[in-house]
């Protein structure tokens, strides 16, 4: 697969084989792809289909009821609402696994806790994010016939989370100060009159050779853009991507991937022969992962 392809394509499965999960192909040099990356793709696959995921049980901790019986858990008083279901008396299983999946993507659940909402769910699609290979769940929704009507809908999540792979956006760069060494060199006296050429970390990257160029951004009217991004992020209010747009080009921000893939836009081949151009109104969807996001956030 090609640049242009993978702009254009709606092959998710194709799409997939850059990041070196196809396993017919083993020589194929991949592109990197996180653990966190490939899970929350599978998620945002289930949360495409939410309302199709219907494994719903009564509440274990309630039995039902959406309260506390009195003769139940010790450290929740009788008579409260029951915390697990939120007072409903039943849970859907296979919601509560996707849920679970991307917490542990987030590093805020353990694998156990996966593990077990996975074994819950008789739904097939949900329970394969709970899988302990990432690449096996991205695989596997791709596969899946309760997704089969949405290869379109997958290969634009994988746009949203990966960004281009063949021309990748950091926002880490080298020193200026070092050029990337991440040491600085002055002349000391060694006392007889002679300099001696004496190493040190630079304090602008501390010493690791990379400086963050979008820390003006990040840091302008207290933080500004930090906060439209965690609250994108935390209260999936994906709807805000825009006004985000708006605030990094305030901030100084002139890349058009960047600022276009926070409006909607998307890149359409102009015509046969010629290159890609920005379109408004191309079909764009911004999940848990958006690469842009991402970046903003520190998250891999």
């Known amino acids: 697969m090609i ?95 996707v849920e679970v999946a991307e917490r542990y993507a987030d590093g805020e659940a353990t694998q156990d806790e996966m593990y077990t ?8 699609g949900a329970w394969v994010v709970t899988v302990r290979d990432a690449a096996d769940a991205a695989r596997h929704v791709t596969l899946d016939g309760m997704f089969r009507d949405m290869r379109p809908t997958q290969a634009a999540l994988l746009r949203d ?31 007889d009159g002679l300099y001696v050429p004496i190493k040190h970390y630079c304090p602008d990257c501390l010493g690791n050779g990379k400086q963050d160029k979008w820390s003006d951004w990040l840091t302008l009217n207290d933080g500004l853009i930090r906060k439209i991004a965690q609250a994108i992020y935390e209260e999936r209010r994906f709807e805000d991507m825009p006004v985000l747009a708006d605030a990094l080009q305030e901030a100084g921000c002139e890349n058009a991937d960047i600022l276009n893939h926070c409006r909607g836009w998307g890149l359409v081949q102009a015509s046969p022969g010629k290159g890609m151009v920005w379109r408004r109104g191309v079909a764009t969807t911004h999940v848990r992962g958006c690469w842009v996001i991402d970046l903003l956030l520190g998250k891999e």
């Open 117 to 124: 909402a996975g074994c819950g769910t008789t739904e097939g």
């Open 3 to 97: 640049e242009r392809e993978w702009l254009t394509s709606d092959a998710p499965q194709a799409m997939l084989r850059l990041f070196h999960l196809d396993a017919d192909n083993p020589t194929v040099a991949g592109y990197y792809a996180s653990e966190r990356q490939l899970r929350l793709f599978a998620c945002a696959c289930c949360r495409q289909v939410w309302n199709k995921l219907v494994d719903v049980v009564p509440c274990e901790r309630c039995r039902g009821y959406g309260i506390i019986p009195s003769n139940a858990l010790r450290h929740q008083a009788a008579g409260q609402e029951c915390y697990s279901c939120s007072g409903t008396g039943h849970i859907n299983r296979s919601q509560r696994a």
């Open 161 to 191: 989370i990966f960004g281009n792979p063949f021309r990748p956006i950091t926002r880490y760069g080298k020193c200026d100060k070092c050029h990337g060494s991440g040491k600085l060199t002055h002349q000391v006296d060694d006392g």
